[in-house]
């Protein structure tokens, strides 16, 4: 019973882990910032080029979802216009995103492009990014997904997101464009896995060190077996037992999934 009970406390601090996300990706928390004589989003960084209170980053209706979105103006500045303001926010992140998300809409001057860089770095050294640019303004806000290609190894410790226009001024037209709800997708959701579980799979012996068994009540067609990264390690057809020997310690989930590749059931268990 204790070593149950150990495992589900190590599955809930992981769980956490993995479910990391961006701080206010959604913008719906504003700080006012004396300097600039506007509000800026909470836990991001601005370099706004405007003046006299005309910032070039701002909070923007209407938003994709709540009340507020990130809003980007260009601004007329000593007879000359200035690129819209740059955003950017640096947080600890000690996970590996597959992918970042979240949805742009907006006008961009014929010049202007539209930026957002993602980067991930262990010990100030860089090991992963992504990066997304838009050269057509949309009415509407429309979905943008990032892939993340990590090249270092190990697991980041911070993540560091930009956001910003770039063009050549070779037009006199305004760019104005909004970003909103921002959010890290996982190769595997976690929670998923938390909700599937159930008493008619389970896994012996569990904590293992050499195999682990499967009983299941039910009739399943494939196994597929992830790293608490939500990683897929091993995937297995008809199979009972899985030998694990060499694997690395830590705490696994198995899921077992019908012909349709749909997931019927899910137990987890840790490799000593």
Same mark, same amino acid.
């Not at 601005?46 to 994709?64: E, I, S």
């Not at 090991?127 to 190990?154: A, E, R």
């Not at 595997?188 to 009540?217: G, R």
């Given at each position: 019973?204790?070593?149950?009970?150990?495992?589900?406390?190590?599955?809930?601090?992981?769980?956490?882990?993995?479910?990391? #996300?961006?701080?206010?990706?959604?913008? =719906?928390?504003?700080?006012?910032?004396? !300097?600039?004589?506007?509000? =800026?989003?909470?836990?991001?960084?601005?370099?706004?080029?405007? #003046?006299? /209170?005309?910032? &070039?980053?701002?909070?923007?209706?209407?938003?994709?979802?709540?009340?507020?979105? @990130?809003?980007? #103006?260009?601004?007329?500045?000593?007879?000359?216009?200035?690129?819209?303001?740059?955003?950017? $926010?640096?947080? &600890? @992140?000690?996970?590996?995103?597959?992918?970042?998300?979240?949805?742009?809409?907006?006008?961009?001057?014929?010049? +202007? $492009?539209?930026?957002?860089?993602? =980067?991930?770095?262990?010990?100030?050294?860089?090991?992963?990014?992504?990066?997304?640019?838009?050269? #057509?303004?949309?009415?509407?806000?429309?979905?943008?997904?990032?892939?993340?290609?990590?090249? /270092?190894?190990?697991?980041?410790?911070? @993540?560091?997101?930009?956001?910003? !226009?770039?063009?050549?001024?070779?037009? +006199?037209?305004?760019?104005?464009?909004?970003?909103?709800?921002?959010?890290?997708?996982?190769?595997? +959701?976690?929670?998923?896995?938390?909700?599937?579980?159930?008493?008619?799979?389970?896994?012996?012996?569990?904590?293992?060190? %050499?195999?682990?068994?499967?009983?299941?009540?039910? +009739?399943?067609? !494939?196994?597929?077996?992830?790293?608490?990264? /939500?990683? %897929?390690?091993?995937?297995?057809?008809?199979?009972?037992?899985?030998?694990?020997?060499?694997?690395?310690?830590?705490?696994?989930?198995?899921?077992?999934?019908?012909?349709?590749?749909?997931?019927?059931?899910?137990?987890?268990?840790?490799?000593?």
């Amino acid at each position: 019973m204790k070593k149950l009970q150990l495992l589900s406390f190590a599955f809930l601090f992981i769980l956490g882990a993995v479910a990391q #996300q961006i701080p206010n990706g959604n913008f =719906e928390s504003w700080t006012y910032n004396p !300097s600039t004589f506007s509000y =800026e989003p909470t836990g991001w960084k601005t370099a706004n080029f405007g #003046q006299y /209170g005309d910032t &070039a980053v701002r909070r923007y209706k209407p938003a994709r979802s709540g009340n507020f979105a @990130c809003g980007f #103006q260009t601004t007329f500045v000593l007879n000359t216009y200035a690129l819209p303001g740059v955003l950017g $926010t640096t947080f &600890a @992140c000690t996970n590996k995103p597959q992918q970042m998300e979240g949805y742009i809409k907006g006008n961009l001057a014929l010049d +202007d $492009t539209a930026i957002i860089l993602v =980067e991930f770095s262990k010990d100030t050294n860089a090991i992963g990014d992504g990066l997304y640019y838009i050269t #057509q303004s949309q009415n509407n806000y429309i979905k943008f997904v990032i892939p993340i290609d990590f090249y /270092g190894f190990g697991n980041p410790d911070s @993540c560091t997101i930009r956001v910003f !226009s770039g063009g050549t001024l070779l037009d +006199d037209t305004l760019t104005s464009f909004a970003i909103d709800d921002l959010s890290f997708v996982y190769p595997v +959701d976690v929670n998923t896995i938390v909700s599937n579980a159930s008493k008619k799979l389970s896994l012996y012996p569990n904590p293992a060190n %050499s195999f682990i068994s499967i009983a299941s009540v039910i +009739d399943y067609h !494939s196994v597929v077996v992830y790293n608490q990264m /939500g990683q %897929s390690v091993a995937t297995y057809s008809n199979i009972e037992t899985i030998a694990i020997e060499d694997w690395n310690k830590g705490l696994y989930f198995l899921q077992i999934k019908d012909s349709n590749n749909q997931v019927m059931e899910t137990a987890s268990f840790l490799k000593n």
